[in-house]
Every structure is written in C-alpha cells, then in structure tokens.
C-alpha cells in the first residue's frame, strides 16, 4: 500500500489542502514549525484508523479556517487505486472508492490494511519523536508479537485478535474471580442442591402441616357456623321487633271486637237511655198500651156524644177521652225516638266492626308475608303474642356483640388457615424432588457442556499460542539480525549485536569491546537511534511478507550529531529502496541535506506556515 495524497476539507489549521503524487520511495515534506507537520501525521493515521472524539486524550484538530472535519486519503494497492473518505466523529465510519469503482466501508479496510490497528502503526509504521523514544510501545505492547500475528490467520484478523477473542471466550465459561457461564451454573447448581436437601428434610413435616391445616379448617367451619346461627336469631329478634307494633295494634282490634255484639250493644242502648211514658196511674206501658188507650179514648168519646145532653156524667168521659188522646200521642212519640237511636247505634258499630276487622286482616297478611305459615311461623306468631319488647331488646344486643366477637374470631381462623395453607403449599413446591432433580440434571449436563467447551477453547488457543511464538521465534532472529545489522551501520560499529535480555523483556546490546549494556541505560541520543532501528527491521520484516505499509516519520533524526544522523539517513534511504513508501518530515533543512544525492526534486515537499485568512498550500 503506498499513499499517493491527500485532500484536507478542514482539518487543525488545514482547509483544502490537497496533495497528490506522490512516490513509492522516499519523500520529505520540510516546513518550519506551526506548518502543520505532525497534523498531517495525525490526519493521515486518523484517515486510516479513524479521527479521536473527545472522550480521547488525543487532539481532536478541529477546522480552525472552516470546512468539513476530514477528508480523503489516497492510496495505490496491488488492485489499483482505492480512496479512503472519512469524517471526524463518533458515528462516521470511513467510505471507500474501491478500484473498481465499488463502495466499501470498515470492513474492506481492515483487509487492506492487513491486520493493523493504530497501536502497531503508531509505534512502527507512524511516528514522532515522542514516541521514537518510548520503549514501551514496541516491548511492553507486544508490538512484536502483533506484527508476527497479523500473518497467521490472514483476512484482516491477526492471531494476538484470535487469542484475545479465545481468551475472552474462556472467561465467559470460566474465571476465578467474577461472572462466568461455569460459575453461575455451579452457583445454580449449589442452589438447587441446597433445595434438594431442605426438600427432603421438609418432606418429614408435611404431614404435620396437613393436620394443622385441617384443624384450621375446622375451626373456621364452627366458627362460620356459629356466625351463622347469631346471624339468624339476631334476624328473629329484629323481625320480632319490627312486627310488633302491627301485632300489638291487632291485639287491641281483637279486643274491641270481643266487646263489640250487636243485641248487646242495642239493649244496652234501650235500657239505659230511654223509657216508654207511664200509663195512668203510673203502670208501665207496655206493646198494648197504645191499643188499650185507643180503644179507652174511641169509647170515651162513643160515650160522651151519646150522653152529653143526656147524662149528667157527660163531663167526666169528655176528661177520660182527652186523657187517653194525650196518652197515645205521647206513645208514638217515644217509639219514633227510639227507633232512631237504635238505627244510629247499629250502623257506627257496624263500621267499627269493619275497619277493626281490616286492621286485623291487615296484619295477618303482613305477618304471613313476612314469616310464612309454617309451624315455625306458628312458633313466631306465640312468642309475638307474649309481647316481651324489653326482653328482646336485650338479647339482640347481646347478640350484636356476640357476633362483633365470632367475626373476629373469625378472620384470625382465616388468617391462621391461609397460613397453614400456604405453608404447606410452600413445602410442596419446594419439596418437588422430582422436579428438583431434572432440573440439577439438566445443570450438570450444562456444566459437562461448557467445560467441554473451555477445554476445547484452551485447547484452540494453546495451538494458536505456541503457532504464534513459533512464528515470532522464528522470525524474531531475523528482526534483531536486521536491527543489529542496521545500529551497527549507524553507530559504526560501536555496537555489534541488539538481543533480548535473558530474563525480562528488555534488550541489552553486545558493543566492540565485547561489553553488554543494557539499552536503557543508553543516553537519549543512542536509544532513539537503537529503536529507530528496530522500527525500520519491524516494519521491513511485515512488508516482506506481500503487505507493504508506508513509513512516516516525524523529525526523528534531531538528536542524532552529524555522523550517526548520516548512518541513519543511510539506512532510511536502503528501506526507501527495498522495504516500502517513506515519508519523512522534518523542520531541518539540514535533513534534507542528508538525502540530497538520492532525493529528485518531486521528492521533496514544502510546506509554508500560513498566513491570517489565508488558505495552507503544501509547495511541489
């Protein structure tokens, strides 16, 4: 892969900066300082691996003159010619132009980049001088062992991503410490285990809790029904009181009834109210009275018209007639009296007679309806007939108090039931060894399944493990071979041998004098120099395998004096020609001057610090 230019929108002080052609070996881009130099480093790994967000620590260069945040990257590859467009931002992935013309995304360019990701190229394909001096990227990050992973599994997947997703895997199934497939299903299975043995145990008490429910039951069921029974006389008592004022009032009619008789009533009525008038001589008069006083006063007067001019006794029957006349009169006179009277009588108490015995119909009918006919009505209907109001009074508070307590009574049963019951349901449940004993079947058969599967992930990546370290160890010689070759160019044979410590990760150096030195305790200088080395073996080690990758390097040569500044010049040049595209940039123009007889004129780039409200151009 080699990178022909570039096309800024905005990007740090860069707004439509655009470069392209350029070479497949070396070319310095030389600007002073502020001309923007390590931004287009940062632009140019941004453009392949994606800008920061601000979540990072690392500078996120946003538009200072204005402009789409981003940009295009051109690149030539074996295909042909692909273009990256990529927009700064959390959720903008980069856009490919394929040499066909095609569209591609994430994906295509992580096959093109061939199993790189930033930490590899920043430590060995793209750098500064901060982190040229940083041992730890190329040591402690394993930037080794990446470079010699990233051709085992090909595709874009390297074999240390293959042990990271195997080890990751296994710690799903299995860790010490933390959640884990084996771990939560040996905590289940501890659960259920635990159950199984309070089930059984519990098993010895379910008959004890059968008895104690059904004493409950029994309980309860005596206790409703003694609800029951003040529930029903508490209703007697209140029927009682509610019918006895229309009983009462029936009683009365009956009464009243009993003294009302019609001959009675009548008699009473001529004997004490009234008396026929005395004949003469003060006798009674009787029913014949009047015919005998007709009779009296029709001979009389007989008498008196055949003697009044005749008898001297004439006067006297005149006196005896008229007397008789009154007598008759009078008679009459009481019987129309009486009659009326009498008729008066009768029809008041005929209507007394009929509404007290509506009355009592009325309540016969109301009793029936309410109490029925049966012999209990009959027993209802006598104890009506006592009349006892205070008595039941009384005893329907009683038995309003009494059923206060039964209800009472009552709903602690009910609540000592569903507690028996839900006690022994409880014990049920959990006493299921059946179910209970699938179910820890089912775990250990899962269990046997996911140890299966850790042994066979440990397994996998014990082959990719020992395929990678035989990979590195074979080719780890040759990168410390190629280093050693390279910084006892530079340093003219000052240093013979670069290898790896016995113990530990570090490197120590064999020098002329057959001296060894550990490397950090080399000054500044000559440890920039040793791991500029070892980046130039690296990096001409993974191109060698047919996935080339461009070197650019930021001002890397400052703190090298004249001499070892050449040797390194030397061996950049060498890679240049042999190993892949270098683009070196650098404020030095005495850098440049160390390239000069192999340096064309299109090899060389200026860049100028621009000026205010001036757009950035990168000079051919």
Same mark, same amino acid.
Request: hydrophobic share 40%; with cysteine.
């Given at each position: 892969?080699?990178?022909?230019?570039?096309s800024i929108d905005g990007f740090g002080l860069f707004c439509g900066e655009a470069c392209r052609g350029l070479g497949d070996g070396l070319t310095l881009i030389i600007g002073p300082n502020e001309s923007g130099k390590s931004t287009l480093l940062d632009f140019i790994r941004g453009a392949l691996f994606g800008f920061p967000d601000r979540r990072s620590r690392s500078p996120l260069h946003l538009p200072l003159r204005g402009g789409r945040h981003g940009g295009r990257l051109m690149l030539e590859t074996d295909e042909g010619p692909v273009v990256i467009d990529r927009e700064a931002g959390r959720w903008h992935a980069a856009e490919l132009t394929l040499p066909d013309g095609g569209r591609g995304g994430e994906a295509e360019l992580g096959e093109l980049l061939g199993g790189i990701d930033?930490?590899?190229?920043?430590?060995?394909?793209?750098?500064?001088?901060?982190?040229?001096?940083?041992?730890?990227?190329?040591?402690?990050?394993?930037?080794?062992?990446?470079?010699?992973?990233?051709?085992?599994?090909?595709?874009?997947?390297?074999?240390?991503?293959?042990?990271?997703?195997?080890?990751?895997?296994?710690?799903?199934?299995?860790?010490?410490?933390?959640?884990?497939?084996?771990?939560?299903?040996?905590?289940?299975?501890?659960?259920?285990?635990?159950?199984?043995?309070?089930?059984?145990?519990?098993?010895?008490?379910?008959?004890?809790?059968?008895?104690?429910?059904?004493?409950?039951?029994?309980?309860?069921?005596?206790?409703?029904?003694?609800?029951?029974?003040?529930?029903?006389?508490?209703?007697?008592?209140?029927?009682?009181?509610?019918?006895?004022?229309?009983?009462?009032?029936?009683?009365?009619?009956?009464?009243?009834?009993?003294?009302?008789?019609?001959?009675?009533?009548?008699?009473?009525?001529?004997?004490?109210?009234?008396?026929?008038?005395?004949?003469?001589?003060?006798?009674?008069?009787?029913?014949?009275?009047?015919?005998?006083?007709?009779?009296?006063?029709?001979?009389?007067?007989?008498?008196?018209?055949?003697?009044?001019?005749?008898?001297?006794?004439?006067?006297?029957?005149?006196?005896?007639?008229?007397?008789?006349?009154?007598?008759?009169?009078?008679?009459?006179?009481?019987?129309?009296?009486?009659?009326?009277?009498?008729?008066?009588?009768?029809?008041?108490?005929?209507?007394?007679?009929?509404?007290?015995?509506?009355?009592?119909?009325?309540?016969?009918?109301?009793?029936?309806?309410?109490?029925?006919?049966?012999?209990?009505?009959?027993?209802?209907?006598?104890?009506?007939?006592?009349?006892?109001?205070?008595?039941?009074?009384?005893?329907?508070?009683?038995?309003?108090? #009494?059923?206060?307590?039964?209800?009472?009574?009552?709903?602690?049963?009910?609540?000592?039931?569903?507690?028996?019951?839900?006690?022994?349901?409880?014990?049920?449940?959990?006493?299921?060894?059946?179910?209970?004993?699938?179910?820890?079947?089912?775990?250990?058969?899962?269990?046997?399944?996911?140890?299966?599967?850790?042994?066979?992930?440990?397994?996998?990546?014990?082959?990719?493990?020992?395929?990678?370290?035989?990979?590195?160890?074979?080719?780890?010689?040759?990168?410390?071979?190629?280093?050693?070759?390279?910084?006892?160019?530079?340093?003219?044979?000052?240093?013979?041998?670069?290898?790896?410590?016995?113990?530990?990760?570090?490197?120590?150096?064999?020098?002329?004098?057959?001296?060894?030195?550990?490397?950090?305790?080399?000054?500044?200088?000559?440890?920039?120099?040793?791991?500029?080395?070892?980046?130039?073996?690296?990096?001409?080690?993974?191109?060698?395998?047919?996935?080339?990758?461009?070197?650019?390097?930021?001002?890397?040569?400052?703190?090298?004096?004249?001499?070892?500044?050449?040797?390194?010049?030397?061996?950049?040049?060498?890679?240049?020609?042999?190993?892949?595209?270098?683009?070196?940039?650098?404020?030095?123009?005495?850098?440049?001057?160390?390239?000069?007889?192999?340096?064309?004129?299109?090899?060389?780039?200026?860049?100028?610090?621009?000026?205010?409200? #001036?757009?950035?151009?990168?000079?051919?």
């Amino acid at each position: 892969m080699i990178i022909r230019g570039w096309s800024i929108d905005g990007f740090g002080l860069f707004c439509g900066e655009a470069c392209r052609g350029l070479g497949d070996g070396l070319t310095l881009i030389i600007g002073p300082n502020e001309s923007g130099k390590s931004t287009l480093l940062d632009f140019i790994r941004g453009a392949l691996f994606g800008f920061p967000d601000r979540r990072s620590r690392s500078p996120l260069h946003l538009p200072l003159r204005g402009g789409r945040h981003g940009g295009r990257l051109m690149l030539e590859t074996d295909e042909g010619p692909v273009v990256i467009d990529r927009e700064a931002g959390r959720w903008h992935a980069a856009e490919l132009t394929l040499p066909d013309g095609g569209r591609g995304g994430e994906a295509e360019l992580g096959e093109l980049l061939g199993g790189i990701d930033l930490t590899v190229f920043r430590s060995v394909f793209g750098f500064g001088l901060a982190e040229l001096s940083d041992f730890a990227l190329l040591d402690g990050r394993g930037i080794d062992r990446r470079l010699s992973s990233a051709g085992i599994t090909g595709a874009g997947r390297s074999a240390r991503e293959a042990i990271e997703a195997l080890d990751e895997e296994a710690a799903k199934l299995l860790r010490p410490r933390g959640r884990s497939a084996v771990g939560a299903a040996v905590s289940e299975l501890s659960r259920i285990e635990k159950r199984i043995t309070a089930a059984r145990r519990d098993l010895e008490r379910h008959p004890e809790l059968v008895a104690e429910e059904e004493d409950r039951q029994r309980d309860l069921e005596s206790l409703s029904a003694e609800a029951d029974r003040l529930r029903v006389e508490e209703r007697r008592r209140e029927r009682l009181l509610e019918l006895w004022p229309a009983w009462h009032q029936r009683g009365q009619a009956l009464q009243r009834l009993a003294g009302l008789t019609e001959s009675g009533a009548t008699a009473a009525a001529i004997d004490g109210e009234d008396r026929p008038p005395a004949g003469p001589d003060g006798f009674p008069a009787t029913a014949a009275t009047p015919l005998l006083l007709t009779g009296a006063a029709a001979a009389a007067a007989g008498a008196v018209w055949r003697f009044s001019l005749q008898d001297p006794l004439a006067g006297g029957l005149l006196a005896a007639a008229a007397l008789a006349a009154a007598l008759v009169s009078a008679w009459f006179g009481w019987k129309r009296r009486r009659d009326l009277a009498e008729l008066r009588r009768f029809l008041t108490a005929a209507a007394e007679r009929r509404s007290l015995e509506e009355t009592v119909r009325q309540v016969d009918s109301l009793v029936a309806a309410r109490i029925g006919n049966d012999q209990q009505a009959r027993r209802f209907i006598a104890e009506l007939d006592r009349g006892a109001v205070a008595a039941w009074e009384a005893r329907l508070s009683e038995l309003r108090e #009494a059923q206060a307590r039964t209800a009472e009574r009552r709903d602690t049963s009910i609540r000592r039931l569903e507690a028996a019951r839900r006690e022994r349901q409880s014990l049920e449940q959990s006493a299921d060894l059946p179910g209970l004993e699938t179910e820890r079947q089912a775990l250990l058969g899962r269990l046997t399944e996911e140890a299966e599967a850790w042994r066979v992930n440990r397994l996998a990546r014990g082959l990719v493990d020992r395929t990678l370290h035989a990979f590195t160890g074979e080719r780890q010689p040759r990168v410390l071979q190629r280093a050693s070759r390279l910084f006892s160019g530079v340093t003219e044979g000052h240093y013979e041998q670069v290898a790896r410590q016995t113990e530990g990760s570090g490197l120590t150096l064999l020098a002329a004098d057959g001296r060894r030195i550990d490397a950090g305790d080399l000054s500044r200088g000559a440890a920039e120099q040793l791991y500029l080395c070892l980046r130039l073996a690296l990096a001409a080690e993974h191109n060698s395998r047919g996935c080339p990758m461009p070197l650019l390097m930021d001002d890397v040569l400052v703190n090298a004096d004249p001499r070892r500044a050449a040797g390194l010049a030397r061996a950049i040049t060498d890679y240049a020609g042999t190993a892949g595209q270098v683009i070196l940039f650098t404020c030095h123009p005495a850098t440049a001057d160390l390239f000069g007889d192999v340096l064309e004129g299109s090899a060389i780039r200026r860049l100028a610090v621009p000026q205010t409200g #001036a757009d950035h151009s990168l000079s051919m």
